[in-house]
């Protein structure tokens, strides 16, 4: 049997949060190596739909042009791009890691055994689809399932109409998605906070980068907060002009006013009879609080800076009765829906951290870039160590800081050697 390969470091995952570790342990002239089970940017290249664009502009985002609101395929070649002139093996699965006795982690891979000083989890908070425990009792004969994962257009549905459980940012976009191919559409909605994507004279994201809100610590925001949906922000394509009523801007009375029926949060299934709770009118009120606060918040910084700005937009009116009358009960097949699409988000996979160091949740217990082990580090978190540390604004920022404490690490190692 061949000897355990010996590395300073084994970056597992080969997505954005993986290479821009590598990136930065490459700066530094850190050996080190990046695992990634498929291919550079996997679930970038294949969970995600055919009109998909990134939330964030490109300077956010890490593309060329700081002003693009990219696609799945703009930021796959931008890491194929980074990728090309750092240490990445693709195919390469992580069976398991362990924390050894004398230090350091055994890593074991599909084709080997590494023997590793440090050890990056990077392998991404939102790569596993969800689904509820209720799909297993939505059993129409006829009906079809599918995941956001999975879904790629309107066309590749099965024929009738489309019921997108979820109203978060994937489930709202898949559903105006659908609404423009012309599909009847239904959406189970719950709270969920919005934005809007411009305002007085800017984008939202320019804003928050104004006010100092993409790098808030993550100890200085409530755990309310940190534990809050994403708030719903458009992307904005590129010829698309601000301010016509399509602006890139989601909210749910525009889905509504767009001719989708909305619902409230589906809490039980009984073959084709579906049953909801929650009222969707106030659903989308909760969301036009949360941008109320967004733009009041940005009308004081202009107001307290004395800088010139333009009149506050209107916000979308809200969302009346009429136009989302309570329907506690769906039948699917009265309904003629074919399809019923679960945008009911995505979990990590770090099942092959073989240590008692992850949360219920699954996901790495941390302090901040670091974990429990001596030398494990993740990256790409929610929350991890500010506001952004899930996006890929703030992955750079992360990535740089375990740079740093590798670096620390082999400096005190030589030391005592």
Same mark, same amino acid.
């Given at each position: 049997m061949n000897r355990p390969g010996r590395v300073g470091t084994v970056v597992v995952g080969g997505g954005p949060a993986g290479l821009a570790t590598s990136a930065h342990l490459a700066a530094a002239g850190l050996d080190h190596v990046v695992l990634e089970r498929g291919r550079v940017g996997e679930t970038w290249r294949t969970q995600r739909w055919t009109s998909f664009r990134l939330n964030t502009p490109g300077w956010m985002s890490g593309l060329a042009d700081p002003d693009r609101f990219g696609t799945a395929r703009d930021l796959v070649d931008a890491l194929e791009r980074r990728a090309a002139t750092l240490p990445v093996r693709e195919g390469v699965g992580v069976r398991g890691v362990w924390r050894r006795r004398g230090g350091g982690y055994l890593v074991a891979t599909d084709e080997e055994v590494l023997l590793a000083e440090n050890v990056v989890a990077a392998s991404g908070a939102q790569r596993v689809p969800r689904i509820p425990r209720v799909a297993d009792d939505v059993t129409a004969h006829g009906v079809e399932h599918l995941h956001v994962a999975d879904y790629r257009d309107p066309a590749a549905l099965p024929p009738g109409a489309v019921l997108v459980v979820g109203g978060g940012q994937s489930g709202v976009q898949i559903a105006g998605d659908l609404l423009a191919a012309g599909r009847r559409v239904y959406v189970a909605t719950s709270p969920v906070p919005r934005v809007?994507?411009?305002?007085?004279?800017?984008?939202?994201?320019?804003?928050?980068?104004?006010?100092?809100?993409?790098?808030?610590?993550?100890?200085?925001?409530?755990?309310?907060?940190?534990?809050?949906?994403?708030?719903?922000?458009?992307?904005?394509?590129?010829?698309?002009?601000?301010?016509?009523?399509?602006?890139?801007?989601?909210?749910?009375?525009?889905?509504?006013?767009?001719?989708?029926?909305?619902?409230?949060?589906?809490?039980?299934?009984?073959? *084709?009879?579906?049953?909801?709770?929650?009222?969707?009118?106030?659903? $989308? +009120?909760? /969301?036009? &609080? !949360? *941008?109320a606060r967004q733009r009041a918040m940005i009308d004081a910084w202009? $107001? +307290?800076? /004395?800088? &010139? !700005?333009?009149?506050?937009?209107?916000?979308?009116?809200?969302?009346?009765?009429?136009?989302?009358?309570?329907?506690?009960?769906?039948?699917?097949?009265?309904e003629g829906i074919g399809t019923v699409l679960w945008a009911t988000g995505f979990g990590g996979d770090f099942g092959w951290l073989r240590m008692p160091i992850l949360q219920p949740s699954g996901l790495p217990i941390h302090r901040g870039v670091a974990t429990a082990g001596p030398g494990l580090f993740t990256v790409g978190l929610p929350w991890l160590t500010m506001r952004t540390s899930g996006t890929l604004y703030g992955i750079e920022r992360d990535a740089a800081a375990v740079a740093v404490h590798i670096a620390t690490r082999a400096q005190r190692a030589r030391r005592a050697s």
């Amino acid at each position: 049997m061949n000897r355990p390969g010996r590395v300073g470091t084994v970056v597992v995952g080969g997505g954005p949060a993986g290479l821009a570790t590598s990136a930065h342990l490459a700066a530094a002239g850190l050996d080190h190596v990046v695992l990634e089970r498929g291919r550079v940017g996997e679930t970038w290249r294949t969970q995600r739909w055919t009109s998909f664009r990134l939330n964030t502009p490109g300077w956010m985002s890490g593309l060329a042009d700081p002003d693009r609101f990219g696609t799945a395929r703009d930021l796959v070649d931008a890491l194929e791009r980074r990728a090309a002139t750092l240490p990445v093996r693709e195919g390469v699965g992580v069976r398991g890691v362990w924390r050894r006795r004398g230090g350091g982690y055994l890593v074991a891979t599909d084709e080997e055994v590494l023997l590793a000083e440090n050890v990056v989890a990077a392998s991404g908070a939102q790569r596993v689809p969800r689904i509820p425990r209720v799909a297993d009792d939505v059993t129409a004969h006829g009906v079809e399932h599918l995941h956001v994962a999975d879904y790629r257009d309107p066309a590749a549905l099965p024929p009738g109409a489309v019921l997108v459980v979820g109203g978060g940012q994937s489930g709202v976009q898949i559903a105006g998605d659908l609404l423009a191919a012309g599909r009847r559409v239904y959406v189970a909605t719950s709270p969920v906070p919005r934005v809007p994507r411009r305002y007085r004279g800017r984008d939202i994201t320019e804003w928050w980068r104004e006010l100092g809100r993409l790098e808030t610590p993550s100890g200085e925001v409530s755990d309310a907060i940190r534990h809050s949906a994403q708030p719903l922000v458009g992307p904005v394509r590129p010829a698309t002009p601000p301010g016509d009523g399509s602006d890139g801007s989601l909210s749910l009375q525009r889905l509504a006013r767009a001719g989708a029926v909305l619902l409230g949060r589906l809490v039980a299934a009984s073959g *084709a009879h579906l049953f909801f709770d929650g009222d969707p009118v106030e659903h $989308a +009120a909760r /969301g036009d &609080a !949360a *941008a109320a606060r967004q733009r009041a918040m940005i009308d004081a910084w202009i $107001a +307290a800076a /004395g800088v &010139a !700005a333009p009149a506050p937009e209107p916000d979308d009116p809200p969302l009346r009765r009429g136009e989302a009358p309570e329907r506690p009960v769906l039948d699917l097949r009265a309904e003629g829906i074919g399809t019923v699409l679960w945008a009911t988000g995505f979990g990590g996979d770090f099942g092959w951290l073989r240590m008692p160091i992850l949360q219920p949740s699954g996901l790495p217990i941390h302090r901040g870039v670091a974990t429990a082990g001596p030398g494990l580090f993740t990256v790409g978190l929610p929350w991890l160590t500010m506001r952004t540390s899930g996006t890929l604004y703030g992955i750079e920022r992360d990535a740089a800081a375990v740079a740093v404490h590798i670096a620390t690490r082999a400096q005190r190692a030589r030391r005592a050697s």
